[in-house]
């Protein structure tokens, strides 16, 4: 799944712009947005691969904001002005669409995007197979188990890792994004910008929490509609 979000200031674009994303099976939508600056920190404590984002908007247009960016994922643009193709294609835009878009028009850029995702991640795909990986405690190197992990909690510039051999967590500073990348897609769901879970230790879904032995874990509110849909593909 590609997980994305939509920026439009104008409230009847971006709900057929939500529309169509919701139409399409391997995109993931998880918020969207009418201002680009509200989007900044969803971009920044979570894995967002694409955006779908107008140009011409108050306060910061579309191509400025891609520039405050320090690592930027795929845009696609969607814009009335064609006067705005030459630059967006020196940022690396995937692709460029005109409004008013048509839901063909719409795929055919989703499928480039799907591409490139395919293409990027296939280097990565080992990482599938790991079982371990190293963090740093204190001034130690502790070795901890995929298999073990319960949950993993962020707490601004550290985060916990729970695991099931232990009562008390592993704790070490690093963002919950960089460990996110660490650990097997298939294993693991983000289901709060704080909280990650393994889908295997899932004791049950309830309407805002997961229940993972006697911890109740939110549901962040991006990730309800599509939190049920996530974990049990994985299971």
Known sequence: MIRCIAIDDEKLV???????????????????FRNPLEASEILASEKIDLIFLDI???????????NTLADPPMVI????????????????IIDYLLKPVSFERFLKACNKAQELYELKHKDISPKETIDHFFVNVEYASVK??????????????????????STRPVITKVSIKSIEEKLPSKLFARIHKSFIISVEKVKSI?????????????????????????LRSKL
């Open 14 to 32: 971006l709900d057929l712009l939500v529309d169509n994303i919701r139409k399409v099976p391997f995109l993931d939508l998880a918020k969207a």
């Open 56 to 66: 011409q908007m108050p306060q910061i247009n579309g191509l400025q904001f891609i």
């Open 77 to 92: 643009l969607v814009t009335a002005y064609q006067k705005y193709a030459l630059e967006g294609y020196d940022l690396n």
């Open 144 to 165: 901890v188990l995929i298999s073990e992990i319960l949950f993993i909690e962020a707490l601004k510039d550290y985060i916990k890792i729970y695991i099931s051999t």
């Open 206 to 230: 309830k309407r805002d929490f997961v229940c993972i032995g006697e911890k109740d874990i939110p549901i962040g509110e991006v990730y309800k509609e599509n939190v049920d849909k996530i």
